[in-house]
C-alpha cells in the first residue's frame, strides 16, 4: 500500500481544509470541545448539518445517485481527518450513516422519494430502536410485536438504550412479525413516526447525569405497511447491512490523535507536585507515547481498509478490530486525561450544556469541567455498537478462524 498521498488527494485535502477555515465557527468548536456526552446535541449538530448540505457535502458517504459524492476511500478518510482536526461537531450519524444508507440501498423509490431529502436536509432526525431490555448482544431473540392490521403494522413493546429518542421524529424498528420460524426469519423493519399517542419517550440518565438515551414504549403504536423496508421477515439482513456500516469503513484514529495531541498540550501547562510541568514526568510521558503509539497503528490499519475498499474488496470483520481497539484506546486517553486534570478533574457540574451563556464557570481550564462527565459517558463506547467481548467473538471466528 502506498501510503504517500497523490496530487490530487494534496489538492482535496487543501480543499477540505480552506472549507473548515471558512465556515466552521468557533461557535460550533466550542460546543463540540464542552460537550461531555457520547453525542452533540441537535442546536450544534444541525447547525453544522445545514452548512454541509448546503456545501453538497452532508452525504458523502452515499451512493452519487443518491446525493452522495464521488469521493475516493482515501478522499473520504483525509475529510474526516480534517475534520477532526478542525474540532467540527458530528451531524446526527444515527440519520445520515445508519438509516440513509438502508434507504439507498432497500427503500422502494417512494421511500427514497419521501424520506432521503429530509435526511440530506436535517428536517427528519431519527432514532434507532433496535436494543430492548434483554435483547442487546443477542439482538435476534428481539420480542417487540408487530401485527399487520388492515394496511398498518400495530406495534407493542419497548425500545431500550434509544440515543436521542427525545429530539427524534422518526424511529427505525427491528420489530417482530412471526413467532412461529427460526429467530432471524421472523424480524421486520419499520420505520415509525414518533409523534403519535401509541409511543411514550421514557429517559435514562447516565452516570454523569447527561440525557442521551431513553426508553421508547409502543402501546398500538401504528405505522403504514408501505412503511415496511424490505419484505416480511427480511429485516435480520437490513439490520446486518445496518450494523456493518455502524462499525465499518471506520476512521477513528484522527480523532484519537487529535485528543492525545490536545492532552501533550494540558500537560504543559500542568504542574506536577515539584512545581516542574507534566511534560517533564516520565511516567505520564510514557504513558502518553504509549497512547499515541496505539492510535498511529490504528491508523494505519485503518488506511489499509481503506486501501482494501478501493480495490473492491469490502472491509469485513476488520472493522471489528477497528471497533475494539479505537474503543479502548479512547478510553484510556480520557482515563490519562482525567489524572491530569487531578483535582479539578473531579468537578461534575449538573448544567448542561456547558457551551452556552448560562454555563456554570470551570474551576480551572475548561477541559478540566467536562473530563469528568466526559470519562463517565466513555465507559459506554466499549458497550454500543456491539461490546468488546462481541468484537473478540466475531475476530476469534472470522478473522483468526478458532
Ligand atoms: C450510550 C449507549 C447508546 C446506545 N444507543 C442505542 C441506540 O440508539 N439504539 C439501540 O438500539 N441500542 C443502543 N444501545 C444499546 C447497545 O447496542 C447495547 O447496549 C449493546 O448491544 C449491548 O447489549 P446489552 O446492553 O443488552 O448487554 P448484554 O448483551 O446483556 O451484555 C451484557 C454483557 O455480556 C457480554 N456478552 C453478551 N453476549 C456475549 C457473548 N456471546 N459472549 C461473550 N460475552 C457476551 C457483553 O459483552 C456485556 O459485557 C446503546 C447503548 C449505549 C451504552
Given at each position: 500500500m502506498d501510503m504517500n498521498l497523490?496530487?490530487?488527494?494534496?489538492?482535496?485535502?487543501?480543499?477540505?481544509?480552506?472549507?473548515?477555515?471558512?465556515?466552521?465557527?468557533?461557535?460550533?468548536?466550542?460546543?463540540?470541545?464542552?460537550?461531555?456526552?457520547?453525542?452533540?446535541?441537535?442546536?450544534?449538530?444541525?447547525?453544522?448539518?445545514k452548512i454541509l448540505y448546503e456545501k453538497g457535502w452532508?452525504?458523502?458517504?452515499?451512493?452519487?445517485?443518491?446525493?452522495?459524492?464521488?469521493?475516493?476511500?482515501?478522499?473520504?478518510?483525509?475529510?474526516?481527518?480534517?475534520?477532526?482536526?478542525a474540532g467540527a461537531p458530528k451531524p446526527a450519524p444515527i440519520s445520515l450513516q445508519l438509516i440513509g444508507p438502508v434507504l439507498?440501498?432497500?427503500?422502494?423509490?417512494?421511500?427514497?422519494?419521501?424520506?432521503?431529502?429530509?435526511?440530506?436536509?436535517?428536517?427528519?432526525f431519527w432514532c434507532q430502536g433496535y436494543s430492548e431490555p434483554g435483547s442487546g448482544s443477542d439482538l435476534a431473540s428481539l420480542s417487540m410485536r408487530a401485527t399487520l392490521e388492515?394496511?398498518?403494522?400495530?406495534?407493542?413493546?419497548?425500545?431500550?438504550?434509544?440515543?436521542?429518542?427525545?429530539?427524534?421524529?422518526?424511529?427505525?424498528?427491528?420489530?417482530?412479525?412471526?413467532?412461529?420460524?427460526?429467530?432471524q426469519a421472523g424480524i421486520t423493519f419499520l420505520l415509525v413516526p414518533m409523534d403519535q399517542p401509541g409511543v411514550k419517550v421514557t429517559p435514562i440518565l447516565s452516570m454523569s447525569g447527561d440525557h442521551e438515551v431513553n426508553q421508547v414504549f409502543f402501546d398500538n403504536a401504528e405505522t403504514l405497511v408501505e412503511n415496511r423496508v424490505g419484505a416480511e421477515g427480511q429485516g435480520w439482513?437490513?439490520?446486518?447491512?445496518?450494523?456493518?456500516?455502524?462499525?465499518?469503513?471506520?476512521?477513528?484514529?484522527?480523532?484519537?490523535?487529535?485528543?492525545?495531541?490536545?492532552l501533550e498540550e494540558y500537560?504543559?501547562?500542568?504542574?506536577?507536585?515539584?512545581?516542574?510541568?507534566?511534560?517533564?514526568?516520565?511516567?505520564?510521558?510514557?504513558?502518553?507515547?504509549?497512547l499515541k503509539l496505539r492510535a498511529h497503528a490504528l491508523e494505519y490499519t485503518e488506511l489499509r481498509i481503506q486501501a482494501n475498499i478501493a480495490n473492491g474488496r469490502p472491509a469485513g470483520p476488520q472493522t471489528s478490530l477497528t471497533k475494539l481497539i479505537s474503543s479502548n484506546l479512547a478510553q484510556d486517553i480520557q482515563t490519562l486525561h482525567n489524572e491530569l486534570f487531578a483535582y479539578e478533574g473531579l468537578q461534575l457540574p449538573s448544567e448542561r450544556p456547558l457551551y452556552n451563556d448560562n454555563a456554570p464557570d470551570p474551576i480551572g481550564d475548561h477541559a478540566g469541567q467536562t473530563s469528568l462527565a466526559a470519562y463517565l459517558n466513555g465507559r459506554a463506547s466499549t458497550i454500543y455498537g456491539g461490546s468488546d467481548q462481541v468484537q473478540k467473538n466475531i475476530i476469534a471466528k472470522r478473522i483468526l478462524q478458532l
Open positions: 497523490s496530487a490530487d488527494d494534496i489538492a482535496f485535502r487543501d480543499e477540505v481544509r480552506a472549507f473548515l477555515d471558512e465556515n466552521l465557527t468557533q461557535a460550533l468548536r466550542t460546543g463540540l470541545a464542552r460537550t461531555p456526552g457520547v453525542f452533540v446535541e441537535p442546536d450544534i449538530s444541525l447547525a453544522w448539518h452532508i452525504t458523502h458517504g452515499w451512493p452519487v445517485e443518491d446525493g452522495g459524492t464521488d469521493w475516493t476511500p482515501m478522499q473520504t478518510y483525509l475529510y474526516e481527518k480534517e475534520v477532526a482536526l439507498c440501498k432497500y427503500g422502494t423509490p417512494e421511500q427514497k422519494e419521501r424520506f432521503l431529502p429530509r435526511i440530506r436536509s436535517g428536517e427528519d388492515n394496511g398498518k403494522y400495530v406495534l407493542n413493546g419497548s425500545k431500550i438504550w434509544t440515543t436521542h429518542a427525545q429530539h427524534a421524529n422518526w424511529i427505525f424498528c427491528l420489530v417482530r412479525t412471526d413467532t412461529e420460524v427460526k429467530k439482513e437490513v439490520a446486518t447491512f445496518l450494523l456493518q456500516n455502524e462499525r465499518g469503513g471506520s476512521c477513528f484514529a484522527p480523532k484519537l490523535l487529535v485528543n492525545i495531541a490536545k500537560a504543559k501547562n500542568h504542574l506536577t507536585a515539584d512545581g516542574s510541568p507534566m511534560t517533564n514526568d516520565t511516567d505520564f510521558m510514557s504513558r502518553l507515547a504509549n
